[in-house]
């Protein structure tokens, strides 16, 4: 595993242990910065290692999540060498040679890889789970999104600084910030990402990857994401303009039966998804689901994910055991 020490690798350590994943010898790699420290797996502390080729060369399966420039550095050493490299980092998911793979969703796609998967973003990943089933009953013709994301979804660091912003703000000290150009606790920021034109970086990539995972190019998206200060767990607001009408409880019929979907939809009991109750889960809860009146076949719906597990950690897991399965 590259970036074992990240948040990202850090859910990832515990989803193989839940999971049970099938492991002869394991790496905990990092950079050079956290060669030597330990990360605790399965009752054991592991030494972490700096990333290598040989290493990697000797590897069946190799996780990465330690950013894009680490992943195109080093995964085609893993596919050269005749192992599979499941990445988490945004370096491949626009790339036509590499299946783009959400596992509830396109799992037919991963076969053909030639030595690299990847993974989809962490909102990205949980619209296509209930996207996914919605276009294959009514067709989707149109979908409008607004995030609420999670400081983990930026990393340790961000994470870390939000917890010592709370605690400033608790204790009644100025907060400070350093990797975020605002204070996050007690805000609400629709930005922080690096900009493509008018668009944040992650929602160019939200529409590309929903597009490519539910094979549908020209599908109208529109998304705006927002950065909340919240520790764990993404949500996200959903219009869908649908080809046939669709009945909420149809709706939430069809997505209580989908896979890797959690219904928590009893509005008047105060149940519906939400970061809190999302966090350790690997299912995507959906509520709220109700018809939006503003528009022709329109469904409006609420979501959560837990963005370190599904999000990210759940989703590479599922990839490597359909590698597993396929031999
Ligand atoms: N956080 C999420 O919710 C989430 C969701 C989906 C996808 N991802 C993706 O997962 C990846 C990691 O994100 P994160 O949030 O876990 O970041 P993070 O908390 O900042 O962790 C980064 C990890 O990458 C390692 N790393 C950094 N540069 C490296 C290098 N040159 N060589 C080897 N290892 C290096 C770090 O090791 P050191 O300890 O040595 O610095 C650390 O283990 C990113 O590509 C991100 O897009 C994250």
């Not at 600084?161 to 007690?186: F, I, K, M, S």
């Not at 039966?257 to 995507?284: F, H, M, S």
């Amino acid at each position: 595993m590259v970036g074992a020490t990240g948040a990202a690798g850090g859910t990832l350590l515990r989803v193989l242990e839940d999971r049970v994943f099938p492991i002869g010898d394991f790496h905990a790699l990092a950079s050079a910065r956290s060669a030597g420290s330990l990360v605790r797996f399965r009752d054991h502390d592991v030494t972490v290692g700096e990333v290598s080729d040989d290493i990697l060369a000797a590897s069946d399966i190799v996780f990465f999540a330690a950013g894009g420039a680490t992943s195109r550095r080093f995964a085609p050493v893993v596919a050269a060498a005749g192992g599979v490299a499941v990445d988490k980092s945004s370096a491949y998911r626009m790339d036509p040679a590499v299946p783009l793979v959400v596992p509830e969703v396109n799992a037919a796609a991963l076969r053909g890889h030639a030595g690299i998967v990847a993974n989809p973003n962490c909102v990205a990943i949980p619209l296509a789970v209930v996207l996914g089933p919605l276009h294959a009953r009514y067709g989707l013709r149109h979908v409008t999104v607004a995030t609420y994301q999670a400081a983990s979804g930026g990393g340790r660091a961000l994470a870390a600084e939000l917890a010592a912003q709370e605690r400033d703000d608790a204790y009644g000290r100025p907060p400070t910030r350093q990797v975020y150009p605002h204070v996050l606790h007690g805000n609400v920021v629709p930005g922080g990402w690096a900009m493509v034109g008018d668009d944040t970086e992650e929602e160019t990539k939200v529409i590309g990857e929903v597009r490519r995972v539910l094979d549908l190019p020209e599908l109208p998206i529109g998304v705006t994401t927002v950065r909340v200060p919240v520790s764990v767990g993404h949500a996200a607001a959903v219009w869908v303009e649908l080809d046939q009408p669709a009945d909420a409880a149809e709706a939430r019929e069809l997505l209580a039966n989908a896979p890797g979907v959690l219904v928590v939809d009893d509005a008047a009991t105060q149940q519906y998804p939400t970061p809190r109750a999302v966090a350790g889960c690997d299912e995507v809860h959906v509520g709220r689901i109700r018809a939006d009146r503003s528009r022709g076949n329109g469904l409006a719906l609420f979501l959560a994910v837990d963005n370190l597990r599904k999000g990210a950690a759940t989703n590479a897991v599922q990839v490597a055991e359909l590698l597993l399965l396929e031999g």
